[in-house]
């Protein structure tokens, strides 16, 4: 019976029942009860009394709990990357990098903690120095984290990793979709007696247990991972009280190919299509409207379709040079299914893929699909995939494309392949997001991963999405 972690202890659920389904293949994983609102309560009241003590120690007394946390992670890595696998449908390697990096972050907020430090401010108007302004960090507060299922264990350390390693204290809630690893954290922290109250996490349904979270006027912060719409719900049903939000919600990228990039075409292409089937297409960055330039448009639509022939849908350890999983649900594949549709019907054109593989129709599996001749009024490109589809369409002039690009209220990543220097610059003037990618180019955890528009508020990742889980205090004084 899979258990909930609230102020130290590992309780049963008392709330409505939660099933977990393989998405490979539609069975039932798991059953638990899930939390019922009044233990929501409950491990905000843990949180809450725990903050008065753990605000006070020592960052390398924290650091300290954190590095015992991911070394016992380490010893049940491979239970840990099975689980992923099984709840979310990550073929191994997909599975094995979702671990990786919430191990990871761990040790990124550990080290910028060391190198988080105030300031003082020297005040211009006093003779002799007379007065001083000294500026401090001090941990915010209890932290509700509700956190996305297509990267359940990455964002584990993406919010356990900053709350912590700032002297906060968390309520974590994993999706309903994909608990399992995430609780499995609690037993993690059980067993190093991890201080009660610092750590809990609660899994459940969201209108009852992610309701009682939000609602309660214990958290200074809420922080999600999740679509936009989820993002205006949970700061209406935090307006309680006064709260800090930091939201990584949809988006819906650009990706401009400049006619310079036929040298590298073909690299381009193979690029499209890695991010385009690598968790299934399930990523908030992921390339969602495709502009080509039309003197490479159909050359480049060619060396996709080629590219696609190497990607193999299958599950866990299934052999191939890419393989890719299921959609999360039946849902979830329906709706990719239906998407390509009303291109079709619009006028786009299926070049390969888009359907339902022979012998898997019990799991969520979708082959990736390429669709060319796209229109910027199809579904398609008005709304965020979430899914392995490769939307294609040729653009004439560059200003216009431009524009284009930043027609959508999403605002996450953007994407240029090209070389001019002024064009570069231009593109990224114009683009609207808070990740601007030129020529394959990535992130890292050192790098802020911002949402602008109806994408987000703050960031993930870096030192600056660690800054959001302080406040600043400041004292002015004569000495």
Not at 21 to 43: C, K, L
Not at 215 to 243: A, F, H, N, W, Y
Not at 253 to 278: F, G, H, Q, R, Y
Request: aromatic share 8%; net charge negative; proline share 4%.
């Amino acid at each position: 019976m899979r258990k909930l972690y609230i102020g130290g202890q590992l309780v049963e659920g008392q709330g409505a029942p939660v099933s977990v389904e393989n998405p490979a293949d539609g069975t039932v994983i798991d059953s638990f009860a899930g939390a019922s609102a009044v233990q929501a309560e409950a491990a905000l009241q843990a949180a809450q009394k725990a903050f008065v003590s753990w605000s006070r120690t020592s960052v390398e007394e924290r650091i300290g709990w954190m590095m015992k946390f991911q070394a016992e992670l380490y010893k049940d890595r491979d239970m840990l990357i099975e689980l992923d696998s099984l709840e979310s449908g990550k073929p191994y390697k997909n599975a094995v990098g979702d671990f990786e990096a919430s191990a990871r972050l761990l040790t990124f907020y550990a080290d910028e903690a060391r190198r988080t430090f105030g300031t003082s401010i020297s005040d211009k108007d006093s003779p002799n120095h007379g007065v001083y302004h000294v500026v401090e960090h001090r941990p915010r507060g209890v932290v509700v984290a509700h956190l996305a299922w297509n990267y359940p264990l990455a964002n584990m350390g993406l919010k356990i990793g900053p709350a912590l390693a700032a002297g906060c204290t968390i309520v974590l809630k994993p999706s309903s979709q994909t608990p399992l690893a995430s609780l499995h954290y609690g037993e993690i922290a059980k067993r190093i007696g991890m201080p009660n109250g610092v750590l809990n996490i609660v899994a459940g349904k969201a209108s009852e247990v992610g309701a009682a979270l939000n609602r309660s006027k214990i958290p200074s912060m809420i922080t999600l991972i999740g679509s936009s719409d989820t993002g205006v719900q949970v700061m209406q049903e935090g307006s309680t009280s006064i709260k800090s939000y930091s939201l990584e919600l949809g988006g819906n990228a650009p990706v401009i190919i400049m006619e310079d990039c036929a040298d590298e075409l073909e690299s381009i292409a193979t690029k499209t299509v890695a991010i385009k089937v690598s968790n299934s297409g399930q990523d908030c960055t992921d390339f969602n409207r495709i502009y080509v330039h039309e003197s490479l448009y159909d050359r480049y639509c060619q060396l996709v379709a080629q590219k696609m022939d190497a990607v193999v849908v299958g599950r866990w350890k299934d052999e191939g040079e890419i393989v890719m999983g299921p959609m999360i649900n039946r849902g979830a594949r329906d709706r990719i299914l239906e998407l390509i549709q009303d291109a079709v019907k619009h006028g786009a054109r299926l070049v390969k893929g888009g359907e339902i593989p022979a012998g898997m129709e019990a799991g969520h599996f979708v082959s990736p699909a390429l669709l060319v001749d796209v229109k910027d009024d199809m579904r398609v490109c008005r709304e965020e995939i979430f899914g392995p589809i490769i939307s294609v369409q040729p653009y004439h002039d560059f200003d216009e494309v431009l524009k284009q690009a930043v027609d959508t209220d999403m605002g996450l990543a953007s994407y240029l392949f090209g070389h001019d220097a002024r064009a570069i610059a231009k593109a990224f003037e114009t683009f609207e997001s808070g990740d601007v990618f030129i020529n394959g180019a990535s992130g890292n955890s050192y790098t802020p991963h911002v949402g602008i528009k109806q994408s987000g508020l703050g960031c993930d990742q870096s030192r600056w999405s660690l800054q959001e889980y302080y406040h600043l205090k400041r004292i002015s004084m004569k000495p």
